[in-house]
């Protein structure tokens, strides 16, 4: 009996199902990939596009409207209100900062105010907390930029901000904080027992910390150091001094700031205390000892900025005196720069340590064919005294030396107020004047001579006869 219709299609279709599998499902798992790809999808369907992430970047986008317009208001009202009363100087570099950011940060704070909106609405805020988080690291790193100026500033906080701003968004930087803080060492236990240690994230968090604090330090030492260099009440040997100080306490303090911001125990300091001290001994002596050594030639009153010095027969003005060398501006223009240690061990003459008025010489020589020398004194302390630089308040001298193989030789001793603007070219004066007064006078200034006399002549050099 022929089958039917319905049992050949019924048939047909057994057969089509039973078919085998393609190749392609082999090589490419298309029931995983489509399986995921429809789990994609409807991720994206129910956490992105959704009524609150579009509400929140719809009004990221929205607050780029206020931003722009009261951002250059506010810029252009704040720069016609202090553009008389600060003009230079640190102060004026960070008004110039902030104004060049004025409309990023009034989007920052209308971001800002979203966030807080949002929240007092219970609503999302991820995507709001995002854009102030990327928005801070870009503050951060043009303000570093504008006012340090530094390239290697300016690419220390481009490594720095925005790998933590990058972590923070995609919700990763606590994982990494908890990771660097399991990285840690011990260090001890403390008096009631707890122990105590140091991991990687206190020294990365310490280092961060320090370097803020020792840039505002440094900022607050040389605003104090100007202050102390314009006040005329201070002397510069107490004013050099107070600089030193200030040198020293404030890093040291920005440090253990900078320690107890990170909750660091600073009783443990005492374990480094035995490796600091053969450091010390070891490699820093020459350092320390020139540290001293500042601290002593300030506190004597030795040498102090301003004074007229001589040293290993250079002859200069101190213009400073850091922790570590003295600077000293020779007559050439150059900059001598020696360690403080230098003058403790070597010495140092000071024209104007207790008076600037120092005594000066010019050694001249006059013929022996000078009958009248008390003359010759007369003229010369003359000469000196129509010198402007030469001081009135004390009488030139001029006291005859010896006699020499060519001439009577003379010194004349003057007095100037003012050895720092120079010594040779006053006493090129003085024997400009002598030079002058001796000629008008007819006095005669000999150049050496000598006077051979030939007792007889070797036998070679007697003519021959002819």
Same mark, same amino acid.
């Given at each position: ?41 409807? +991720? ?26 009261? %951002? ?18 640190? +102060? ?60 290697? +500033? ?47 994230? /206190? ?63 600073? *009783? ?24 001293? *050594? ?21 002859? %200069? ?54 009958? /009248? ?68 006078? %007819? ?24």
């Amino acid at each position: 009996m022929a089958p039917s219709d319905t049992q050949y299609e019924r048939a047909t279709l057994v057969g089509m199902t039973q078919q085998p599998e393609s190749a392609l499902s082999d090589i490419v798992p298309v029931d995983e990939i489509r399986t995921r790809a429809e789990a994609l999808l409807d +991720w994206v369907q129910v956490s992105v596009l959704n009524f609150d992430n579009a509400l929140q970047l719809a009004l990221i986008l929205a607050a780029f409207i206020p931003a722009l317009m009261f %951002g250059p208001r506010l810029r252009n009202l704040i720069h016609e209100g202090t553009k008389t009363r600060i003009k230079t100087g640190m +102060w004026r570099r960070l008004l110039t900062a902030a104004l060049a950011l004025m409309t990023p940060l009034a989007l920052y704070l209308v971001l800002t105010m979203i966030r807080v909106g949002l929240g007092a609405l219970d609503r999302p805020v991820a995507i709001v907390s995002a854009a102030i988080s990327l928005m801070s690291a870009w503050l951060l790193i043009r303000a570093v930029t504008l006012v340090i100026r530094s390239q290697f +500033w300016s690419r220390l906080a481009f490594y720095i901000i925005w790998p933590i701003a990058a972590l923070d968004v995609f919700g990763l930087l606590d994982d990494v904080i908890a990771q660097l803080q399991a990285l840690s060492i011990p260090l001890g236990e403390t008096s009631e027992g707890e122990p105590v240690s140091l991991s990687l994230f /206190d020294v990365l968090r310490t280092m961060i910390y320090f370097g803020l604090l020792f840039s505002i330090a440094s900022f607050a030492g040389r605003a104090l150091d100007k202050q102390l260099q314009k006040s005329d009440e201070i002397s510069p040997a107490l004013s050099a001094l107070i600089s030193k100080v200030l040198g020293v306490l404030l890093p040291v303090l920005a440090l253990l700031i900078a320690l107890q911001m990170t909750g660091f125990n600073l *009783a443990t300091l005492a374990i480094f205390s035995g490796a600091v001290g053969i450091g010390v001994g070891l490699g820093l002596q020459k350092t320390v000892s020139n540290f001293a *050594a500042g601290f002593t030639l300030l506190a004597d009153k030795s040498i102090k900025p301003g004074d007229a010095i001589e040293v290993d027969g250079q002859f %200069g003005w101190v213009t400073g005196m850091q922790a570590r060398y003295v600077s000293i501006r020779t007559r050439d223009g150059t900059e001598m720069l020696l360690p403080n240690d230098h003058f403790i061990n070597n010495g140092v003459t000071n024209w104007s340590k207790s008076d600037h008025i120092v005594r000066m010489h010019a050694p001249f020589g006059v013929s022996y064919r000078t009958r /009248d020398l008390k003359a010759v004194q007369t003229l010369a302390i003359e000469a000196a005294k129509t010198v402007n630089r030469v001081v009135s308040e004390r009488e030139p001298v001029c006291n005859v030396m010896e006699f020499g193989d060519s001439s009577v030789n003379f010194d004349l001793r003057f007095w100037i107020s003012d050895p720092q603007n120079g010594q040779a070219n006053v006493r090129s004066d003085v024997y400009l004047a002598l030079w002058e007064r001796l000629h008008e006078e %007819g006095v005669e200034i000999p150049f050496p001579q000598m006077d051979l006399h030939v007792k007889a002549l070797p036998d070679s050099a007697e003519p021959s006869e002819a």
